[in-house]
Each structure stands twice: as structure tokens, then as C-alpha cells.
């Protein structure tokens, strides 16, 4: 049984990123975002193209005030607003109003906020000596022309989207979004759609749509190839239709050691390389890590809970790799917080609690579900209403007590 540091480790070094130039495509700017960046974008311009007044106040050369030992200049009758081209220059001991955004004049430097002003007639009498510069944004200051904008492997998000049209770029070049097929596997399952009503036994296919929320969310498209019962030959008809179209199969169900559980045997069938059968985590146990060249294949649990907890420890990562993502993207975040109620595990596996993050003042609270004795079942989706953190309970940890921190994973 592989520790979870070793299937991650195994995962992701099965994935092969995609090629930029191979992989990726343009799209206008409007259509990018949450989408990965497959080139680096290098400004145009320097930022800002100008110096600039970040006040409305007065802009004045600060030298000259040392020639005033009443602190008092000679207003211009010229005012600058944001957006005007501005050709007058500055005498000495003279200031001129300017409004946030407005370019400075020549001979400018300083530019001091009106509040620290008082206007007489045709003078301006400075209430409170700025420093030299201040007020100021100098041209460049932000980025020079020639420079990185926004990196490669960078996820457009709307900071991103701005500077870059900022930049006059209407198009970008972008990762293609991996195609992640899902197979369901189970004579239980049907589908959501079917017309006939459940039967004794039987259950609605959720997992099927619960991945394919979550693939969504990681960037990608999920592929559907609907429920297959436990039939060897249709599955493995099934499983080679989803390695020719996806860049990653995701199984459920079927990888445990029952009877009708298939999938390795097939898989070994049609010439993959399996690297690991089960994890020592819960819930998840059931994982099996296997490749066909250049496609990853990964069977996990069927039980709702565990589908979805292998998702946000292992395949999430995976997916953001083979996108070409940040690798900061390819392992999950975890924070501090202070749990709500008793935590308990056996200790034998790392354990998967879900819950709710909240914040206190700043501090990160973990609330696990209403019932954390009978909730923690991996088959009972509904308790995993609302939950957006996980709580992690390391090999020998069995009990956080209230109030204390425990470890989280942020989903």
C-alpha cells in the first residue's frame, strides 16, 4: 500500500505537461479566462506611460520651495485633468491644479493633495511641506516596456485579463483544456436521465456528476461514458473507447478486491503499466495509478465521498501538471484551524474529514458535520453538503480535541 506523499509523487510524475506550441491555442482576451497562458506577455508599453498626479492637488517643482520661506506659489491658469495632453511648462516658483491620472507637466516633480492646501486668489499656500516626488507616479515605475507582464503557466483570472488589455492585447495564447474522460462502473447505477424508475438495489449515477462539476472547476472538460455494469467486455470496450479520446480516464468503482471488481485485470489486459493498487488514506483507499503512454489512467472508489476526496488529493494536481499550470497549482493548500468539536481517527490511515472554513477574526475555524461519530461515512453524500476544507488526521493521530488546530485542506 502506497503512503499518500508516494501516490502523489507516483501521479504526478506520470503526467507529461502539454507542449505549448503542440497544445495551445488563441483566443481573443474576453474569452480567456480562468484559462491556463501558454507564452509569457511582454509589455508594450512602459507602465506608467507617463508620470502622473495620483491626487487631486497641485503639481509644483519641490526645489522651488526653497527659495519660499512662506511656502506660498503662483497658481497657472491651466488645470490638468486625466486624459489631456499637456504642453504648458512650469516657471519657477509656479504650481498648477491636476487632477489623480492627470499627466505632470514639464518641469514638475511633486505633487501635493489639496487637502494640505489653502487657495488665495491667484497664490496657493502649502499647509504641510510634502517630501520631494510625492504623489507621483513615475513613468515606468510599475513595469518597463520590453518586460514581463504576466508569466507563462500564470491562470488568467481578472488582474490578469486588465493588465493585459492594459498592454493593448486583444489575443492570447492558451493551454488547450484536457479532456478527462469518466467511466462508471456498477449494475446498481442508472442514469439520471433514464426514464424508468429505480428498481430495488439500484442507485442514480452521482458520481458521474459530481466529477464532472470538479473537472470543470480544475479547467477542464469532463468527457461522460456513462454507467457500465459489471460486464468485463463491455468495459474494457468502454475503457479503450476513453484512452483513444481523453488525456486522462477517470474510473469509479471497480478497483477494490470483490469478486466483480474488473478494472486491473483489464487494464493489465490491454498493456498498461500499473504503478500502485490502494493508498493508506480514508476514504480512498481503492486507487489504482496506471498509464498507457502518454494517457494517465486512475480508478478510484466508488463510494460518492471517496470519488470525490481522490479528486481533491490526487487528481486535481494532475490535471493542473498536464495543463501546464504553476506547479505551486499541482499540490493542494493547507492551512491551520482551530476545529470546532472532537476529532477522532484509528490512526492506521491518513484520514479525510470534511467540513466547513470559517473565519473569526481573521482566524480559520474548522467545523466538521453535524454528526462527526455517523456522518463520517464515505457512501453518505449528503454529508458533504457545503463542505469546502478537509481535515487531515495523519498515520498514529487519532484525536484533536476541540479548540485545538488541526490540519486543513483547502477545496
Known amino acids: 500500500m502506497l503512503s499518500v506523499t508516494e501516490a502523489e509523487k507516483i501521479i504526478l510524475d506520470l503526467v507529461k505537461p502539454f507542449d505549448s506550441e503542440v497544445d495551445s491555442e488563441i483566443l481573443p482576451l474576453s474569452q480567456a479566462l480562468n484559462r491556463i497562458l501558454a507564452e509569457d506577455i511582454i509589455s508594450a508599453f512602459d507602465f506608467p506611460h507617463w508620470d502622473n498626479s495620483a491626487m487631486d492637488g497641485y503639481a509644483f517643482r519641490h526645489a522651488d520651495l526653497a527659495d519660499l520661506p512662506e511656502l506660498k506659489l ?61 504623489y507621483v507616479r513615475r ?68 458520481n458521474l456528476y459530481a466529477l464532472s462539476a470538479l473537472i470543470s472547476q480544475a479547467g477542464a472538460i469532463a468527457i461522460s461514458l456513462g454507467a457500465v455494469g459489471d460486464d468485463p467486455q463491455k468495459l474494457e470496450m468502454v475503457i479503450q473507447q476513453a484512452i483513444a479520446q481523453a488525456d486522462l480516464v477517470i474510473s469509479t468503482g471497480g478497483v477494490s478486491v470483490g469478486d466483480y471488481d474488473y478494472i486491473d485485470r483489464i487494464l493489465a489486459k490491454l498493456g498498461a503499466e500499473v504503478h500502485g493498487r490502494s493508498v493508506a488514506i480514508k476514504p480512498g483507499k481503492p486507487l489504482t495509478i496506471a498509464n498507457f503512454d502518454k494517457v494517465l489512467y486512475l480508478g478510484v472508489a466508488g463510494n460518492p465521498v471517496s470519488a470525490m476526496v481522490s479528486f481533491w488529493r490526487f487528481i486535481r494536481g494532475a490535471i493542473a501538471k498536464l495543463n501546464g ?87
Not at 76 to 93: H, M, R, T, Y
Not at 153 to 165: L, N, V
Not at 166 to 173: D, L, N, P
Request: hydrophobic content about 40%; overall charge negative; some cysteine.
Open 74 to 134: 503662483a497658481i497657472a491658469s491651466q488645470e490638468i485633468v486625466a486624459g489631456a495632453n499637456v504642453k504648458q511648462v512650469l516657471s519657477k516658483g509656479e504650481c498648477m491644479r491636476i487632477f489623480t491620472g492627470g499627466m505632470l507637466p514639464d518641469g514638475a516633480d511633486t505633487v501635493i493633495m489639496q487637502e494640505d492646501t489653502e487657495r488665495v486668489d491667484d497664490f496657493l499656500q502649502i499647509k504641510a511641506k510634502p517630501q520631494r516626488g510625492e
Open 139 to 206: 513613468k515606468g515605475e510599475f513595469i518597463l516596456a520590453g518586460a514581463r507582464l504576466v508569466s507563462a503557466g500564470i491562470k488568467i483570472g481578472a488582474p490578469e485579463i486588465g493588465a493585459i488589455a492594459s498592454a493593448s492585447c486583444q489575443q492570447v495564447k492558451v493551454y488547450r483544456q484536457p479532456k478527462i474522460a469518466i467511466i462508471s462502473t456498477g449494475n446498481e447505477l442508472v442514469s439520471l436521465e433514464s426514464s424508468q424508475p429505480l428498481q430495488a438495489g439500484q442507485i442514480i449515477d452521482s
Open 325 to 411: 499550470a504553476n506547479s505551486i497549482h499541482w499540490y493542494p493548500q493547507f492551512i491551520q484551524a482551530s476545529t470546532t468539536e472532537d476529532i477522532h481517527s484509528q490512526g492506521r490511515r491518513e484520514t479525510y474529514l470534511w467540513g466547513v472554513l470559517t473565519y473569526a477574526k481573521g482566524n480559520p475555524i474548522f467545523q466538521p458535520v453535524p454528526d462527526p461519530q455517523s456522518g463520517y461515512s464515505s457512501g453518505n453524500l449528503i454529508s458533504a453538503i457545503k463542505t469546502n476544507a478537509i481535515a487531515v488526521m495523519r498515520v498514529h493521530q487519532t484525536y484533536v480535541p476541540e479548540g485545538d488546530q488541526v490540519l486543513v485542506m483547502l477545496i
